[in-house]
């Protein structure tokens, strides 16, 4: 089946730029997602990007999508302490509004 | 906007006993919401879809007399994990479709701990 893989930890200094990536395999993804999650809590979706666009900026957030190597990554600028959470990649392909989440990344920013 | 909440937040069971966790999207009317359950360190994983007026879809390996949803209005979905067992205790979180888009909504999730 469909899969989306990311690493599982990433650890910055704070005012740092952090780099997130992530694989997938669904050659027909259709919208790609950035979910973040702090402790105890549920899921905030950061951006999303639509399957025909290379690059998507929002303020701190950049995502770059390279579709011939099924290549998302998260970029954030002037990362800070506030940053440190589980991050999630995200997947829908077909249609389907059902997305399938990678194993989330836990980011840590430390002074 | 766009704001899903659940409730509770935590609960505490003891064994054999049935808990309720409702989910609700606050400013906007949802034709699908979702469940799912997740495990210290893990992804996601999708127990069912519920569609407003009609029976949910589980998902392969879901037990669904063991998990029975809800979803009687456009904004409020219920799980009901009947029977409870301690590998019951998990974290579920819900989300919620916009009717009018594709963007899936949060809730803040429910910690279940079965004793």
């Known amino acids: 089946g469909e899969d989306v893989e990311q690493s599982l930890f990433l650890s910055v200094r704070e005012g740092d730029s952090s780099v997130i990536n992530c694989t997938y395999t669904d050659s027909s993804s259709t919208y790609l997602y950035w979910y973040k999650q702090e402790p105890g809590a549920g899921l905030q979706l950061l951006t999303y990007i639509f399957s025909n666009m290379d690059m998507k900026q929002d303020q701190r957030l950049t995502v770059l999508l390279n579709k011939k190597d099924k290549h998302l990554s998260l970029r954030i600028a002037d990362t800070q302490t506030g940053d440190s959470a589980i991050y999630f990649c995200?997947?829908?392909?077909?249609?389907?509004?059902?997305?399938?989440f990678g194993r989330g990344t836990s980011l840590i920013v430390h002074p | 906007g766009a704001v899903v909440s659940q409730h509770p937040s935590w609960v505490i069971c003891k064994s054999g006993t049935s808990v309720k966790i409702e989910c609700r999207s606050l400013d906007f009317q949802a034709t699908t919401m979702f469940w799912y359950r997740q495990f210290p360190k893990q992804s996601l994983m999708l127990m069912a879809t519920s569609n407003e007026g009609s029976k949910a879809t589980y998902e392969q390996g879901v037990e669904k007399d063991k998990f029975l949803i809800n979803h009687a209005s456009l904004t409020l979905s219920t799980l009901t994990v009947t029977s409870a067992h301690p590998e019951d205790s998990s974290f579920y979180i819900c989300?919620?479709?916009?009717?009018?888009?594709?963007?899936?909504?949060f809730g803040p999730g429910t910690r279940l701990t079965v004793t």
């Open positions: 989300s919620a479709l916009r009717t009018s888009g594709y963007e899936q909504y």
């Open positions: 995200a997947e829908t392909s077909g249609g389907s509004y059902i997305p399938t």
